[in-house]
């Protein structure tokens, strides 16, 4: 005897509905079988509805329509396809099922309520159609049916909407029935009768439950479960593309598998046919030919030990904790049998230290009433501040890994745990089976693709263990340079098993996109010509939600004041920011703050190395220092490469347009020069450093004394501006001259003095000043502090150029991944 049991997916409609019937056809060509069946899909969803909306008052007549509708089209159809079909006899039955259903309903409108009873009685209603349906699709092809009635023989034991058989009594039930061997067994799925003979069903996706309760029942040598996919994947193929099909699992795995969230067995299945010892297999109903899962007692799938991952969301976590000496154990079996007699199942429990606190998750559906239980146990605790306030932790979820021995397995366990730190995935707390069949995580639930495809891809892909998928923004220098960087290095990268993903290139106009594979590097400039999909930022938020994507880094590469804008919604969003732009952080001080609170929250990183001195590694450095309890005295930098490169060529008796000429030419500044000689950019470069010191500034409050009189202010062409640049030439000329006497040169710095304000400005500096030396585009920043006094501590080259601005955008990258 064969059990096969077919899920709603198999059901779906006729053409579905006859394939089953030819699988159960074929099947009793070699022996006797016994069909459990399920609802089509959707229908017990459906019926649940209908049941909310009557107790809501809401009209459901097109409701009751909508179903009746898709039964009689789902008769018609396999009438269609088969002729001996009993159509008419079939619809009578099925229109005199929804006159008892509408009265049923309406009596729910009435009261405004439905009780479990009923309710059990109504979302049963799609199985026991199905079996209406199938057993006059085999009579019609010639064959013999005994239908057993599940209320009847199945005895079940629980609350009426969630109950568990007996199989003992059941088995003797089922035993007194006549089934003659040539009848082919037709059971309704996830339907049973308690000691009073009422109807209760088993929980959502029950019909596994039932088919292995039956296998037991009628000591069948194997149990099918026929469903829409090829078996067990090491993850749910819905959400995770490259998932592996199992051949095989051991009992336990499937157990832990399915207690964990896969849903593709109902988690009561597995345990009656462990016990006696009949294989489980899983087979595709849309692809009989594909061999399957198996479930028994030794898997030997050699894939390898760790056999899947699982996820259950709408998790809750409630925290208790005592004050001072209390006796915790107590405590705790208190909350273990009051959380049992409130029928609330704890899912999974942590406890600190026996004697300190306990964490324990559950569904979110119960928070109120196990809050409203706790609080009514501990009283006297809450009161007499013997327990610290319960706390609830919202939003969680958990991940499972299962697989025989996987505690066991150091390096595995090491993988997981560093992945998900790399990703900034936060942990809230672990529990391993003591079996040793699973590790279970808790983390937020917006972390559950990421965190699942990171732990699958390094687990079952061999996937380069720190990765992270890129969004360039900004194309010009720096941007180009860092792409040609980053092709160039993508080898050397991955023998490191590093791997950047490029996933978006875009400038203000466009984005050429390619999430699944990555950007082909060799040839981004061809295929960026031909894109014509529009850059919106607003785009890359939703598309990081519906790619699950592991470890996504936006690059911003321009100086766009709406990109910088756009930050703290993106950190929020999951991405990780890497800007050379500037303008974020100098925006108002509410929003510095808004990104770093948003950073903070997400656990997120926000890495600017580049804002100042290009790749110099500072703002690193300065943090790392004051970290360490340094304290800043005072600061003189030169900040800006393009000034540097011009007043070093001053000193060289070259006239100040001709310098700016020659800066322009050799790329030093931006296109217009005009902005470097503004001093805005140096200013906005110290409020950077001055901000990163923990000074609450803003952009106005740094003092320019500028470089250009105010007639400057109103050139806007850039060859203009050189020209106009004649009339300084001989002031500054002969500035340098008289100065150098006294062995002194002009260098435009950015200060932050003792009190703390801010200024830039032309500075007259002798031989001892570290900043005399510096010219030719290079950058020095001096910082004079509580360590490094009286002789500062200094960091000086290359600050300007994008092959230097790149290579320091590209090692914040790096940053976010190792
Ligand atoms: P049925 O209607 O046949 O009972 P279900 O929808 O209940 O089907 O179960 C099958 C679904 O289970 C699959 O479509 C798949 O999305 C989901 N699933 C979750 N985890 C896994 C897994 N590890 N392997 C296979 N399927 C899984
Ligand atoms: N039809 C029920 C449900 O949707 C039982 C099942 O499909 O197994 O939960
Ligand atoms: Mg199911």
């Known amino acids: 005897m064969k059990i096969l049991k077919f899920g709603g997916t198999s059901l779906a409609n006729a053409t579905m509905f006859l394939r089953s019937s030819q ?352 609080k009514n146990e501990f009283h006297l605790e809450l009161k007499n501040k013997l327990l610290r306030p319960i706390k609830i932790i919202k939003n969680l979820a958990i991940l499972s890994i299962i697989g025989s021995g996987i505690t066991t397995q150091k390096n595995s366990f090491h993988k997981i745990f560093l992945k998900l730190s790399k990703i900034y995935i936060k942990i809230f707390s672990i529990s391993q089976e003591l079996s040793k069949n699973s590790i279970s995580i808790v983390i937020h639930n917006n972390h559950i693709l990421s965190g699942t495809k990171a732990i699958h891809d390094i687990l079952f892909k061999n996937r380069n263990f720190y990765s992270a998928e890129l969004f360039l923004i900004g194309i010009g220098g720096v941007g180009n340079t860092l792409l040609n960087q980053l092709q160039k290095q993508q080898y050397q990268l991955k023998s490191k098993n590093i791997n950047l993903k490029i996933c978006g290139i875009a400038n203000s106009k466009k984005i050429l996109k390619n999430v699944e594979n990555g950007i082909n590097l060799n040839n981004w400039k061809e295929s960026f010509s031909i894109t014509e999909e529009p850059f919106k930022i607003n785009d890359l938020i939703s598309l990081s939600k519906h790619n699950n994507l592991i470890n996504p880094i936006i690059v911003d590469c321009t100086s766009d004041q709406k990109i910088a804008d756009q930050y703290a919604k993106l950190l929020t969003s999951g991405f990780n920011i890497v800007a050379s732009n500037k303008k974020a952080n100098t925006s108002n001080m509410q929003y510095y703050k808004n990104i770093r609170s948003s950073a903070l929250h997400s656990n997120k990183k926000f890495l600017y190395e580049t804002n100042v001195g290009a790749g110099l590694p500072i703002i690193e450095n300065l943090k790392h220092l004051f970290y360490a309890g340094d304290k800043l005295i005072h600061f003189r930098g030169i900040l800006s490469g393009s000034l540097s490169f011009i007043f070093g060529k001053l000193e060289e008796n070259i006239l100040l347009s001709e310098a700016t000429k020659q800066a322009r030419e050799l790329g030093f500044t931006e296109p217009n020069p005009k902005d470097d000689l503004s001093g805005i950019d140096v200013a906005r470069k110290l409020l950077v450093l001055a901000r990163e010191i923990g000074l609450n500034l803003e952009l106005k409050d740094i003092k320019i004394n500028p470089i250009l009189p105010e007639k400057f202010n109103h050139i806007s062409n850039s060859n203009d501006f050189i020209t106009q640049l004649q009339d300084l030439d001989q002031v500054f000329y002969d500035r340098i001259k008289k100065i150098a006497k006294n062995g002194k040169t002009l260098r435009f710095v950015g200060i932050i003095n003792k009190q703390g304000s801010c200024e830039v400005k032309i500075d007259e500096v002798n031989k001892q000043d570290p900043l005399y030396e510096i010219k030719n585009g290079e950058n020095a920043l001096a910082f004079y502090s509580k360590y490094y006094n009286p002789i500062p501590l200094v960091l000086r080259g290359y600050g300007a150029g994008k092959v230097v601005t790149a290579a320091g955008v590209f090692s914040d990258i790096l940053r976010i991944l190792l």
Not at 46 to 52: Q, R
Not at 289 to 312: A, E, R, Y
Not at 336 to 348: A, D, G, R, V
Request: aromatic share 8%; charged share 20%.
């Open 23 to 374: 699988i159960i056809q074929k099947s009793f060509e070699n022996e006797q079988v016994a069909v459990v069946l399920s609802a089509p899909e959707k229908i017990t969803n459906f019926l649940i509805n209908i049941i909310e909306n009557s107790i809501k008052k809401k009209s459901i007549s097109c409701e009751i329509y909508e179903i009746k509708k898709i039964f009689s089209e789902l008769i018609s159809n396999i009438h269609q396809k088969n002729n001996n079909f009993p159509h008419k006899l079939v619809t009578e039955i099925i229109e005199n099922k929804f006159l008892k259903l509408k009265r049923i309903f309406n009596g729910i409108n009435l009261l405004e309520q439905c009780p479990d009873n009923i309710r059990a009685k109504i979302i049963c209603y799609g199985e026991l159609l199905s079996v209406i349906i199938m057993e006059n699709i085999l009579k019609s092809n010639s064959h013999e049916v005994t239908i057993i009635n599940p209320k009847k023989n199945l005895l079940a034991t629980g609350g009426y909407l969630d109950s568990t058989i007996d199989i003992y009594i059941s088995t003797s039930r089922i035993h007194s029935i006549n089934i003659p061997k040539n009848h082919i067994i037709l059971m309704a799925g996830f339907i049973a009768g308690n000691k009073k003979n009422e109807l209760v069903v088993l929980g959502r996706n029950g019909s596994d439950y039932s088919a292995a309760i039956l296998s037991v029942c009628l000591k069948g040598k194997i149990c099918e479960i026929w469903t829409d996919v090829d078996g067990i994947y090491t993850c749910d193929p819905k959400y995770i593309k490259d998932a592996k099909l199992l051949k095989a699992l051991s009992y336990q795995e499937a157990i832990e598998l399915s207690y964990f969230g896969a849903n593709v067995l109902h988690p009561k299945t597995i345990a009656p046919l462990s016990e006696f010892k009949i294989p489980c297999l899983i087979k595709n109903t849309k692809n009989p030919s594909s061999h399957g899962t198996i479930i028994h007692k030794n898997s030997n799938d050699t894939v390898t030990s760790i056999k899947g991952i699982t996820h259950l969301n709408n998790i809750i976590m409630f925290c208790i904790e005592k004050y001072k000496e209390n006796n915790m154990i107590s405590i705790t079996s208190r909350i273990f049998s009051i959380m049992s007699l409130n029928k609330i199942e704890i899912i999974l429990v942590t406890q600190c230290s026996p004697e300190f606190s306990i964490n324990f998750c559950i569904s979110k559906n119960y928070m109120e009433k196990t809050f409203n239980v706790l």
